[in-house]
């Protein structure tokens, strides 16, 4: 399996940073309706709700990042980083339209969960695919 270049900015290239920036936001969006649900279900206290949003953002970038870093198979930072702003400025997109654009501390918490989520799932995914033997 040949790995994609970073450098060659490639319409196929995109294509795949769009893809798995897609499936970070679905999965943040599963994520947090199946903690609504479980809320709801288990009658949570509703304290424990931000720390399932931060979850929801954690494993949602570490996913994208992760298949992103496996695919592209070299330079996890960049792949990381790339995912995380990318995912972070739609995140804070759909916060400013439902918030009336306030940019708030919380906003700042969550750039900093989505970067390190993303550059550490890129990081494994770059070594899961090192791991390979490409015959």
């Given at each position: 399996m040949v790995k994609d270049s970073l450098n060659g900015g490639s319409k196929n290239t995109i294509k795949?940073?769009?893809?798995?920036?897609?499936?970070?936001?679905?999965?943040?969006?599963f994520l947090l309706a199946l903690f609504s649900v479980i809320t709801l279900l288990f009658d949570i206290d509703n304290k424990v709700i931000p720390f399932f949003s931060v979850l929801s953002l954690c494993v949602g970038s570490l996913a994208g990042a992760?298949?992103?870093?496996?695919?592209?198979?070299?330079?996890?930072?960049i792949v990381g980083g790339i995912n995380g702003v990318l995912l972070y400025v739609l995140i804070t997109i759909t916060a400013a339209?439902?918030?009336g654009g306030k940019i708030t501390l919380s906003?700042?918490?969550?750039?900093?969960?989505?970067?390190?989520?993303?550059v550490i799932g890129a990081?494994?995914?770059?070594n899961s695919a090192n791991k390979r033997k490409i015959k």
């Open positions: 795949k940073y769009l893809l798995f920036l897609f499936l970070s936001i679905f999965l943040i969006f992760f298949l992103s870093g496996k695919t592209f198979g070299s330079k996890a930072l339209i439902i918030n906003s700042l918490f969550n750039l900093l969960i989505i970067l390190l989520s993303s990081i494994f995914g770059v």
